[in-house]
């Protein structure tokens, strides 16, 4: 009965663990799949979670984002969060299109 027990304890804990996050930058994009390379320099494919698709969240090539990974499958994962882009537009492009009142396709948008 012992071993049942360890057996038993065993499962619940590798139920119990939670996700890994990593912190990467998007490389490549295709519909709806991206691949991240992470800052340890591993490539993860990846995909949006619930929230994002629902938020309609957009991920370009080049954006910091926050990767989830099971313990089991470390080469996929879903992307949680987008952090705030290291591309960024000129403040009077910007300044020009609020003054004209006109939409900037190429705006970066959180």
């Not at 993860?44 to 499958?73: F, H, L, W």
């Not at 879903?78 to 003054?99: C, V």
Request: charged share 35%; glycine share 6%.
């Amino acid at each position: 009965m012992s071993k049942n027990k360890e057996v038993i304890d065993t499962e619940s804990k590798l139920e119990n663990q939670k996700h890994l996050e990593f912190e990467g930058t998007v490389t490549f994009d295709t519909k709806g799949c991206f691949k991240i390379l992470l800052d340890s320099g591993q490539t993860v494919n990846a995909k949006p979670n619930g929230k994002m698709r629902k938020n309609k969240i957009q991920i370009i090539t080049g954006d910091r984002v926050i990767v989830e990974c099971s313990p089991y499958d470390l080469l996929n994962g879903f992307i949680t969060r987008r952090l705030n882009s290291t591309k960024k537009l000129a403040s009077s492009s910007q300044d020009k299109d609020k003054e004209d009142g006109k939409f900037n396709k190429n705006r970066d948008w959180k």
